[in-house]
């Protein structure tokens, strides 16, 4: 069977990350230049092999300093490490849904994760453009990456919790 390469369409595709600050509100964040890649035996999903890669200093977040802060050596020090990849291993059908298992690489750690992915389904666009969307969930935790800046609170606890969540919403488009 043929190979199908599906590729991100950005303008329709957000990656996003939420963290609790003070322990009693969630910020999120965003990636505004990330790049994405599944390929497929077919159009056979479980088959596939994904891939993606954020560029660290499209870091955003509504706040200015914030952001700054972040491509700092304080957290991802985007200057030795300017991206975020991530290479899949498996694809695995669970039900209606999928969860994807792979590599992250972030500040010079590769680390084992697993997404969960649901499949939106799929639809040709006015165009005539075959596409695919999935909604991607997990957690993972940013000590293990080297992601260990924090402050302890007055009242107990700490500025920022470890776990950080990851959605995605992508939408790829299929290739002749």
Do not use: C
């Amino acid at each position: 069977m043929a190979t199908t390469k599906w590729v991100l369409d950005p303008t329709h595709s957000e990656l996003q990350f939420k963290v609790k600050h003070l322990m009693i509100t969630t910020v999120t964040g965003s990636f505004t230049k990330f790049t994405a890649e599944l390929e497929t035996e077919g159009d056979d999903f479980e088959t596939g092999k994904a891939s993606f890669a954020a560029e660290v200093a499209s870091i955003h977040t509504g706040n200015t300093d914030r952001d700054n802060h972040l491509v700092t050596g304080d957290f991802f020090d985007a200057a030795e490490y300017p991206t975020i990849s991530f290479e899949s291993t498996s694809l695995v059908q669970t039900g209606d849904d999928y969860k994807l298992n792979g590599n992250l690489t972030m500040k010079g750690v590769t680390k084992f994760i697993t997404l969960n992915v649901e499949f939106g389904g799929t639809a040709v666009d006015p165009w005539g453009n075959t596409k695919a969307g999935f909604t991607i969930n997990g957690k993972i935790k940013r000590s293990d990456w080297g992601l260990t800046y924090n402050a302890a609170l007055e009242t107990g606890g700490v500025m920022l919790s470890d776990e950080v969540r990851l959605v995605g919403e992508l939408q790829f488009i299929k290739q002749a």
